[in-house]
Nanobody, 126 residues
Framework: QVQLVESGGGLVQAGGSLRLSCAAS????????MGWFRQAPGKERKFVTA????????DYVDSVKGRFTISRDNAKNTVYLQMNSLKPEDTAVYYC???????????????????WGQGTQVTVSS
């Protein structure tokens, strides 16, 4: 069992930055690949980025490439999402998720993840 708690969301002007954190419980954090998803009001939850167990492999949706960076610190049981050059269309609830599978086939799909955090709101004003 893994419990995930996100933090770092808030209100920011377009062009600004935020860093989200996701703290995981348990001593097996390094056994899980991690991902970030976001969900805007009335829309489905969508993939943003993912990182492998060691942190050596990352994947991003095209709309955030060059602006967002995912990283992890296995010693601190934490995964981060650095978001720069934020746009109003980035406004959403951001969720972190953990998956036990080592494969990447399902990494971009919510169904590929085993555990979810409660989400943190990110609002970007124009």
């Amino acid at each position: 069992q893994v419990q995930l708690v996100e933090s770092g969301g808030g209100l920011v002007q377009a062009g600004g930055s935020l860093r989200l954190s996701c703290a995981a419980s348990g001593r097996t954090f390094s056994s899980y690949a991690m991902g970030w998803f976001r969900q805007a009001p009335g829309k489905e939850r969508k993939f943003v980025t993912a990182i492998s167990r060691s942190g050596g492999i990352t994947d991003y949706v095209d709309s955030v490439k060059g602006r967002f960076t995912i990283s992890r610190d296995n010693a601190k049981n934490t995964v981060y999402l650095q978001m720069n050059s934020l746009k109003p269309e980035d406004t959403a609830v951001y969720y972190c998720a953990a998956r036990g599978s080592s494969g990447w086939t399902r990494a971009r799909f919510p169904s590929g993840y085993d555990y979810w955090g409660q989400g943190t709101q990110v609002t970007v004003s124009s």
